[in-house]
């Protein structure tokens, strides 16, 4: 048996060393077949990932400091709206106080030309008054004298009635 046993030992022993070299041979085509590549394509997977995070953190950061520049654009037009509001508010009640004081000015000058063609309307109806006074009055003469008066002696009774006329008596109370 023992001699049996030798050649067990042997013939394991080259099983063995057929089997490891067999494994090895394995293990070698599976590193040279599957891992090299799954490592390959794992370190590649790797490095994309952290290139897009590295990509995505930049965008974020250049997302805050454009939020940033926008909402200070935005207060500085709010501000820049807020002045050109109070300016035209300003210049709008500089424009009504103006037209105000032109609309015053206008009406005061109304006032004025009616009341100066009012006075001369007046001044033109006293001397008009006159002489029709005048005129009657020539005319009761004439009748009570029963003869006619010349022209020129009419003038100067006209005249002469005038100026006796109480321009008082003849003014029309407003």
């Known amino acids: 048996m023992q001699t049996e046993w030798g050649t067990i030992v ?3 022993n080259w099983t063995l060393v057929f089997n490891l070299i067999n494994f090895a041979i394995l293990l070698l085509l599976l590193r040279w077949l599957l891992f090299n590549p799954a490592m390959k394509y794992l370190d590649a997977r790797r ?3 952290a290139q897009q995070m590295a990509s ?3 965008s974020e950061e250049d997302a ?3 939020v940033q520049t926008k909402t ?3 207060e500085t037009t709010r501000a820049r709206v807020a002045d050109i509001v109070k300016d035209a508010h300003a210049r709008s ?3 009504i106080h103006a037209a105000k004081g032109e609309a015053r000015k206008e009406a005061d000058r109304i ?3 009616a009341r100066a063609r009012m006075e001369q309307e007046r001044d033109d109806m006293i001397g008009d008054l006159r002489r029709a006074y005048a005129d009657l009055a020539i005319l009761g003469a004439e009748r009570v004298l029963d003869r006619e008066i010349k022209i020129d002696d009419h003038q100067k009774l006209l005249d002469q009635l005038a100026a006796e006329i109480d321009e008082n008596a003849l ?3 407003p």
């Open 10 to 12: 042997k013939s394991i």
């Open 47 to 49: 490095n994309l990932i």
């Open 56 to 58: 995505a953190a930049k």
């Open 64 to 66: 805050r400091a454009l």
């Open 72 to 74: 200070d654009e935005l």
């Open 93 to 95: 009640t500089e424009m």
């Open 111 to 113: 006032v004025a030309d």
């Open 171 to 173: 003014r029309v109370n």
